[in-house]
């Protein structure tokens, strides 16, 4: 019973998240293909530069690496669940605009079956649309008339996970996830015209889903009685999501000028691998690198006037721990973390690939005999090209909590 009380409970408030997802960007990058695509990584990796192909579930899970969970502990019932604030400003020649966010990140929870098959459910944000973007003056083509345009987009595309790990060799391990992908991607350009009076509206829907695999693998090693290591892959194919789209146009009196057009088609998710090493030294200094590439120049963008590149990810996080001892002082019990990343997006805007790139800084604050784990990540970054002022550079700032409860299960409590 207590198993199922758990389960429908994780249901429950999984289904909450849905329905209150909030917009989890205000980047007018996120106006592009499946908008701002969210990392991966949850809790721990978040402050080691998104790092965690190689490194086992501890503090928290690791969803980058299916193969992960299968370092849960045979008794523990691990739940994680993250919040984000995020503040944005961005430039473009003399022009400023600053903008935040924040909501609820993501939910997730690890078990055992066997000693040999561990389980992990979750809901995460794949990616996030919330741009607000105003064009004035823009003249007609053939006329002296010009247009004032008011462009938003908002939605998002989540993702719901069902993690299996399976332990084949005392060092080694495989995972999948079987994930969900689902979501909607509303843009409307509200349009004025200097020559006429009223507004126009134009309402684009896109509806997204599909069934999703990736896969993943870990080897644990030992070089020396003071140095442990972990070398991981990962790898997802491509999909194709199912993709309905609906485009409305509205005057300002709400009539609908023309019928609705609909169309089915897909849209595909490009095929990706990574590699990771982590290195741990008198189990107290941890060292872990990542490289991802995904395939993006096989995927038609939905806009016409761009193009998506292939897109190569390197991260890299350093972990320091005092004593693992819970006689000494609290503060050598802390978790201290430093990363960073550079990401080189899909995006391909005024014949300059997007860059994103940045520094992460974390706290790991383990309490109540480890029952019991706040982690703290505060990044800063930088996305675009401030060097081209034909481009929007986006510098940000994100402060993330994640908290991991443990439970123990199988074990029977005694009264005197």
Known sequence: MRIIYKILSFSLILHCMVLSAQTGTSSPYSMYGVGDLNPIGIGRSRALGGAGIALPTESSLNNINPASYSTIDSLSFLTDIGFDLK????????????????????????????????????????????????????????????????????????????????????????GANVSFIFGNLKQTQDMTSTAYSGNLLIEDNIYLHKLYLNYGAQYSFKLSKNIKGMVGLIYGGPCKLNMFHNTATIDNSGVVLKDPTTSETSFTLPAYYGAGLTLRLND???????????????TQPFQSKIRFVNSDNYMVGAEY?????????????FNYRVGGYVNNT?????????????????????????????????QVGQKGASSNQ??????????????????????????D
């Open 284 to 298: 107290k200094l941890l060292v872990t690198s990542d490289y991802k590439m995904y395939n993006w120049a096989n």
């Open 390 to 415: 034909n481009i929007i550079t986006e510098y940000y700032q994100n402060f993330s909590i994640n908290i991991t409860l443990f439970d123990f299960w199988f074990i029977k409590p005694k009264f």
């Open 87 to 174: 503040t944005s400003t961005f430039v473009r020649g003399s022009d400023k605009q600053s903008a935040k966010s924040a909501g609820l990140g993501f939910l997730a929870v690890g078990f055992r079956n066997t000693s040999w098959w561990k389980n992990s459910l979750g809901l995460v944000p794949f990616s996030s649309v919330g741009n607000n973007i105003t064009i004035k003056n823009k003249v007609i083509e053939g006329s002296s008339d010009a247009l004032n345009i008011n462009i938003q987009g908002t939605g998002g595309l989540s993702q719901f996970y069902w993690g299996n790990a399976f332990k084949i060799l005392p060092n080694l391990s495989i």
């Open 346 to 378: 899909y995006l391909m805007l005024s014949g300059q690939q997007i860059q994103d790139k940045g520094l992460t800084f974390g706290l790991g604050l383990p309490l109540a005999q480890k029952k019991l784990y706040f982690n703290f990540t505060y």
């Open 321 to 333: 721990t005092p004593s693992n001892s819970f006689r000494d002082a609290a503060w050598k019990r």
